[in-house]
């Protein structure tokens, strides 16, 4: 989401970016031919698409081309181009952008990916490690809500024992309290008997839905999840399937720490 957030904010500062650049060089215009202040706009597209996405970078770099048509290049204030180093300064510019916004936004995705998948990494490490700690279990989950907030869209997320006793509850906007209806799969996240290969990059359900937790064939709780409308993947989907079977494993450990401390000395 946070993502999300950032290349819709820069899909419109690079335009506006590259429009005040043009304005910013308009009295320079004589000084020099146009073409060498493309690489001004170049360094614009550049910076937007290593930020921004591949969206943001393709409008910025439209938007540089007819900045530096309408401002740099004669006549100037017009849609029009008079000399020919000017076309081939104004075609040149608008290539190599688009060249930049294609390999800068992908490098910008692949680095995009590898921050998620850290986090998915921390998330399953962080449910590993709760699993030596039994005395701190109700921490190590509301630590485990936190990360998964993290590395999945949510509005809201809880986690419940096998008689719906809350343990570890977060909020962003949806109300954990509320026992949702719907059920999903342990494995897939997705409502039990739909086709995976058409559902796997839809939203988690913002009404919320259900995730038994497991643990040998005995339930041992429940993960309750509320999405937000955007949509999940499968690495995300498969994260926290991971996780819900690490949660089965904890409340497991729980609910046997809790029994022997029950038990007569």
């Known amino acids: 989401m946070r993502q999300n957030t950032t290349d819709l904010l820069l899909s419109a500062i690079g335009p506006i970016s590259a429009i005040l650049l043009g ?3 308009f009295p320079f215009r004589t000084y020099t031919s146009a073409s060498n202040y ?3 706009f170049l360094i614009l597209t550049i910076l937007i698409a290593e930020y921004g996405g591949r969206r943001a970078a393709f409008i910025t770099a439209i938007c540089s081309a007819v ?3 309408f401002f740099l290049t004669q006549p100037y204030m017009q849609l029009m181009i008079k000399s020919s180093h000017d076309i081939a300064a104004f075609g040149g510019l608008a290539l190599c952008g688009f060249l930049v916004a294609t390999f800068g936004a992908e490098r910008g995705e692949k680095i995009t990916d590898l921050t998620l998948a850290r986090e998915q990494l921390d998330l399953l490490h962080s449910a590993v490690s709760g699993l030596t700690d039994a005395t701190q279990v109700e921490f190590h989950l509301r630590k485990l809500l936190d990360a998964a907030a993290g590395c999945a869209p949510l509005a809201a997320a809880a986690i419940r024992d096998e008689n719906d006793r809350i343990l570890a509850a977060l909020s962003d906007g949806a109300d954990p ?3 949702p209806s719907q059920f999903l799969s342990p494995y897939t996240l997705l409502p039990r008997g739909s086709d995976t290969e058409y559902l796997q990059n839809v939203p988690l359900p913002t009404e919320g839905a259900r995730i038994p937790l497991m643990l040998e064939n005995r339930q041992v709780g429940w993960l309750d999840l509320w999405g937000k409308e955007a949509p999940v993947n499968a690495g995300v989907r ?3 399937s991971d996780l819900s079977f ?3 494993q904890m409340l497991a450990i729980r609910s046997r720490s809790a029994q022997g401390s029950r038990q007569p000395a």
């Open 246 to 248: 690490l949660l089965g």
């Open 67 to 69: 900045s530096l048509d």
């Open 38 to 40: 493309t690489f001004l």
């Open 23 to 25: 304005m910013v060089l």
């Open 177 to 179: 309290a509320v026992i």
């Open 238 to 240: 498969r994260t926290l």
